[in-house]
């Protein structure tokens, strides 16, 4: 009986339990996809113009591209001119915090940048932003 006893404590002492390094581990985890912030693109590589008071722009959630033709890109995807709103209204629910920020070429006619810009207003984003590049 003292035997199988003793068998029964050396067998437990030689077992880790692996459950609390497991949860720290899943915890960690959780942390790390919650504070990560995505790079998001508007899905063109646009020729900004360049600014002297250019500054830079935290929490930039919604990038709206219009290229040298007025083509509009949002999220890698053309979108038509009368679709503007609804893609922001979605991206604005996604990311309540976020503000709009808009690449226009510089060949972009002004018509194309004040319609992106009415169509984020409309979505009930007043911080709207043009991207420009420091010289």
Not at 15 to 34: A, G, K, R, S, Y
Not at 44 to 68: F, G, H, M, Y
Not at 70 to 98: S, T, Y
Request: charged share 25%; proline share 3%; glycine share 2%.
């Amino acid at each position: 009986m003292k035997q199988h006893f003793q068998n029964l404590v050396d067998e437990e002492e030689a077992n880790i339990d692996m459950t609390p390094m497991l949860d720290v581990v899943f915890i960690m985890l959780i942390f790390f996809i919650v504070t990560a912030s995505f790079v998001k693109e508007a899905g063109i590589d646009v020729n900004r113009p360049d600014a002297s008071t250019a500054v830079n722009k935290d929490r930039a959630s919604i990038l709206v591209a219009i290229s040298e033709n007025d083509e509009i890109w949002i999220n890698k995807r053309r979108v038509d001119v009368r679709a503007v709103q609804a893609n922001i209204e979605r991206l604005h629910a996604e990311n309540p915090q976020g503000t709009v920020v808009i690449q226009a070429d510089k060949k972009a006619t002004t018509d194309a940048l004040i319609k992106v810009m009415d169509a984020s207003r409309a979505a009930g984003i007043m911080d709207v932003s043009i991207a420009a590049q420091e010289p």
